[in-house]
């Protein structure tokens, strides 16, 4: 059971937009900054929004992301299909003083 | 370009001990928050330590603690986590990753390196 809460898979349609949920607590996400990640499939993980919102360099500005209170949200404009991956949040616990992650989300691109 | 290098992991007995290292490259080292992450076979990532620059502040997963100990040497530009008393859930590909700011923006990973654990 995982401290963040993500939906384990959602699918879209080619040139759509989805989002996926990211749903924590006061000491994870309404108190510390949220992180999405990307994993390809047997790759390792790739930092994809930081800071709640912020597009590190040479990420596609088809990718962003938004928080409010203790859920955010990664949002997928002009789905592609090498978007399919999983798709982690993640953001520090001040009362466990640690990184937590959410279980991860299987995007298809139908 | 910047690199990081797992090494270590392979084949131990439940009970047994491993010392994984990873080596980096193009960035400076001693200026950066540095963490381990682990993933299960076909499961989810999991956080298991990180280091402050000058290593004197540590945090653990729970799950690890008294177990792990995370470390690192800034004059070789490595880091390290050596792991005691391994269990069959501490099986997993094991990634290093630099901390953009102690928290969890891990913004460059290494391969990773597997970590299997026998009864």
């Known amino acids: 059971q995982s401290v963040l809460t993500q939906p384990p898979s959602v699918s879209e349609a080619p040139r759509q937009r989805v989002t996926i949920s990211c749903s924590g607590s006061?000491?994870?996400?309404?108190?510390?900054?949220v992180n999405w990640y990307q994993q390809l499939p047997g790759r390792a993980p790739k930092l994809l929004i930081y800071?709640?919102?912020l597009l590190p360099s040479g990420v596609s500005d088809r990718f962003s992301g938004s928080k409010s209170g203790t859920s955010a949200s990664l949002a997928i404009s002009g789905l592609q299909s090498e978007d399919e991956a999983d798709y982690y949040c993640?953001?520090?616990?001040?009362?466990?003083?640690?990184?937590?992650f959410g279980g991860g989300t299987k995007l298809t691109v139908l | 370009e910047v690199q990081l290098v797992e090494s270590g992991g392979g084949l131990v007995q439940r009970g047994g001990s491993l010392r994984l290292s990873c080596a980096t490259s193009?960035?400076?080292?001693?200026?950066?928050?540095m963490s381990w992450v682990r993933q299960a076979p076909g499961k989810g990532l999991e956080w298991v330590a990180n280091?402050?620059?000058?290593?004197?502040?540590?945090s653990y997963v729970d799950s690890v603690k008294g177990r792990f100990t995370i470390s690192r040497d800034n004059a070789k530009n490595s880091l390290y986590l050596q792991m005691n008393s391994l269990r069959a859930e501490d099986a997993a590909v094991y990634f290093c990753?630099?901390?953009?700011?102690?928290?969890?923006?891990?913004?460059?990973w290494g391969q990773g390196t597997l970590v299997t654990v026998s009864s």
């Open positions: 800071y709640d919102d």
């Open positions: 993640a953001a520090w616990d001040v009362r466990l003083n640690a990184v937590v």
């Open positions: 990753a630099r901390d953009l700011g102690g928290s969890s923006a891990f913004d460059c």
């Open positions: 280091i402050k620059q000058d290593g004197g502040e540590k």
């Open positions: 193009g960035f400076t080292f001693s200026s950066y928050w």
């Open positions: 006061s000491s994870n996400i309404g108190n510390s900054a």
